[in-house]
C-alpha cells in the first residue's frame, strides 16, 4: 500500500509547500482539491473548507493546471487525484472534473452523492443516483479516468453496503469506492473486513482520518451525542484493524490522509500520518 495527502488537510499550504512536504514525509501522490475559493474568503486565515491555498479553481485554465502538475512532478510525486465536491447529476462539472484529472495524468475523481437529510425518500435519490452514475460511467470510460462514491456520513451511501447498492453492476474498471473509515466513525460502521469483502473489486481508495463522540445533555436533561475530528491515532475508527483488514482482502492501493484535527501544522501532520501508517503495515511478528 501507498501514501498519499488529500489537499484539503493542508490549507495553509501552497501546492509547491504542499509537494515538498509531502516529499520530506515520504508521501509519494497527491489527491487535489478542487474547489473554487469566493473572493470574500481570500482574505481569511487559511481554512480546510473555505481559503484552502492548495485548490484547483472549477475555473482552471492550462496555465493553473500546469503549476499543480509542476508542483508534483518537481518532487517526483503522483497527481493520484482531482477531488472535487460536485452535486449528484451535474454530468457538466463531472466532465469538467474529468478533463482537469487527464490533463493531470490522475487516476480518479470523486463523483457527486446524493444527500440525505429526511426531505427526500431515499428510492427517489437512490434511483436518480443510478441514472447519474449510469452516465457518469460512460464519461469516465471516455476520459480514462475513474468515478469514485465516497463512504460518507449524512448521503445515501454511508456504509460499504449502501455504497456497493450505488455501484452494483457498474464496471469496476470505470466506477469504484472511496472507502472512509474515519466518515463511518460518524455514520455507517460495519465491520471494516466485511465491508471491504462487500466492495470487492469496487474498492479503490482509502481514506486516513479518525473521529469520536462525547457525550453531553440537551435542556431537558436527554442524552446528545457530539461528534468532532481526532488525531488519527486517537479516535474510534481502529486504524491497526482497519490496515489488517485491507491486507486480508488483497488492497494494494493508496492510503490518503484527510486528517481534520488541527492537532499539528500540515508539514507535521504529513510526518506523523507517514509515521503512523508505515508502523502498521509493518509486518506482525507474531
Known amino acids: 500500500?501507498?501514501?498519499?495527502v488529500f489537499t484539503v488537510a493542508t490549507p495553509e499550504l501552497s501546492p509547491e509547500q504542499l509537494a515538498a512536504a509531502a516529499k520530506e514525509a515520504g508521501i509519494s501522490g497527491i489527491e487535489w482539491r478542487y474547489k473554487e475559493i469566493p473572493p470574500e474568503m481570500a482574505g481569511e486565515t487559511p481554512s480546510f473548507w473555505r481559503n484552502n491555498l492548495c485548490s484547483i479553481s472549477p475555473e482552471w485554465d492550462d496555465a493553473e493546471l500546469s503549476r499543480f502538475r509542476d508542483a508534483a512532478e518537481r518532487h517526483g510525486l503522483r497527481s493520484l487525484s482531482v477531488t472535487p465536491y460536485l452535486d449528484a447529476g451535474d454530468l457538466g462539472g463531472t466532465e469538467r472534473v474529468l478533463d482537469a484529472a487527464r490533463r493531470l495524468g490522475a487516476s480518479f475523481i470523486r463523483l457527486g452523492v446524493h444527500r440525505y437529510d429526511r426531505m427526500r425518500n431515499f428510492r427517489e435519490l437512490f434511483e436518480l443516483q443510478r441514472a447519474y452514475l449510469l452516465e457518469?460511467?460512460?464519461?469516465?470510460?471516455?476520459?480514462?479516468?475513474?468515478?469514485?462514491?465516497?463512504?460518507?456520513?449524512?448521503?445515501?451511501?454511508?456504509s460499504a453496503s449502501a455504497a456497493y447498492r450505488l455501484v452494483e453492476g457498474l464496471q469496476s474498471e470505470h466506477i469504484g469506492v472511496l472507502y472512509d473509515p474515519g466518515n463511518m466513525v460518524y455514520e455507517g460502521f460495519e465491520n471494516y473486513r466485511m465491508g471491504m469483502e462487500i466492495l470487492g473489486p469496487y474498492l479503490a481508495h482509502v481514506h486516513v482520518k479518525n473521529g469520536g463522540?462525547?457525550?453531553?445533555?440537551?435542556?431537558?436533561?436527554m442524552t446528545r451525542w457530539v461528534s468532532a475530528a481526532r488525531p488519527m491515532n486517537r479516535g474510534m475508527a481502529d486504524w491497526?484493524?482497519?490496515?489488517?483488514?485491507?491486507?486480508?482482502?488483497?488492497?494494494?492501493?493508496?492510503?490518503?490522509v484527510e486528517d481534520f484535527s488541527?492537532?499539528?501544522?500540515?508539514?507535521?501532520m504529513l510526518k506523523k500520518f507517514s509515521a503512523f501508517m508505515n508502523g502498521l503495515m509493518q509486518p506482525s511478528e507474531a
Open 136 to 158: 457518469a460511467e460512460a464519461l469516465c470510460r471516455q476520459y480514462g479516468v475513474k468515478g469514485l462514491v465516497e463512504t460518507h456520513h449524512v448521503t445515501i451511501a454511508p
Open 213 to 221: 463522540w462525547v457525550s453531553g445533555a440537551d435542556e431537558n436533561g
Open 240 to 256: 491497526r484493524q482497519v490496515v489488517a483488514d485491507l491486507r486480508a482482502v488483497g488492497y494494494t492501493g493508496w492510503l490518503g
Open 1 to 4: 500500500m501507498k501514501l498519499s
Open 262 to 268: 488541527s492537532e499539528l501544522p500540515g508539514p507535521e
